[in-house]
T-cell receptor
Framework: QKEVEQDPGPLSVPEGAIVSLNCTYS??????FMWYRQYSRKGPELLMY????GNKEDGRFTAQVDKSSKYISLFIRDSQPSDSATYLC???????????FGQGTELSVKP | DAGVTQSPTHLIKTRGQQVTLRCSPK?????VSWYQQALGQGPQFIFQ???????QRGNFPDRFSGHQFPNYSSELNVNALLLGDSALYLC???????????FGDGTRLSIL
């Protein structure tokens, strides 16, 4: 069993839709949870990070962490074609140390 | 303010050869990590350098080695290249153990 599981998609939605991306994990030591966005032929770009459980909002993006269920989510409101990319969840015991990534979910937002 | 920079952007090698990849961290960052990303997969942690020492290592063989210089830049060396080493190699830097990691655009390594 992988430490972090993420549905690879691909996921295709119309412009303006609400997108939900999810990851599950098995390691209780994880304290930091991150979402990265990766465009084709580019490196991962940090979108949001959360410490422990709870919600965090930044513009159209909301990250949720449920440590009791070992489940994290990223919601994108009013999705735009420019949101089309691969979204990677990542987690670790600390942000600056070893990160374990999910497989990535490929998202396509159609105009 | 320059972000994480990596060189070269692309590299083609043959089996058995050796390769060196380079990384300059974001300004103000002192910790460098290296990741390997196979096609269609998430990045996998190779190792991390801090104060010129390897601080953490992932599940990679000794053929993978690294170095950090006094200016915090870093190199990743891979010896005896195998076809399976073909991947995107990513460098990430951070300003401390509880600071987020920022990635460069990677070096795409192809082994023939």
């Amino acid at each position: 069993q992988k430490e972090v599981e993420q549905d690879p998609g691909p996921l295709s939605v119309p412009e303006g839709a609400i997108v939900s991306l999810n990851c599950t994990y098995s390691n209780s030591a994880f304290q930091y949870f991150m979402w990265y966005r990766q465009y084709s032929r580019k490196g991962p770009e940090l979108l949001m990070y959360t410490y422990s459980s709870g919600n965090k909002e930044d513009g159209r993006f909301t990250a949720q962490v449920d440590k009791s269920s070992k489940y994290i989510s990223l919601f994108i409101r009013d999705s735009q074609p420019s949101d089309s990319a691969t979204y990677l969840c990542a987690m670790g015991a600390n942000q600056g140390g070893k990160l374990i990534f999910g497989q990535g979910t490929e998202l396509s937002v159609k105009p | 303010d320059a972000g994480v920079t990596q060189s070269p952007t692309h590299l083609i090698k043959t089996r058995g050869q050796q390769v060196t990849l380079r990384c300059s961290p974001k300004s103000g960052h002192d910790t460098v990590s290296w990741y390997q990303q196979a096609l269609g997969q998430g990045p996998q942690f190779i190792f991390q350098y801090y104060e010129e020492e390897e601080r953490q290592r992932g599940n990679f063989p000794d053929r993978f080695s690294g170095h950090q210089f006094p200016n915090y830049s870093s190199e990743l060396n891979v010896n005896a290249l195998l076809l399976g080493d073909s991947a995107l190699y990513l460098c990430a830097s951070s300003g401390g153990v509880n600071q987020p990691q920022h990635f460069g655009d990677g070096t795409r390594l192809s082994i023939l």
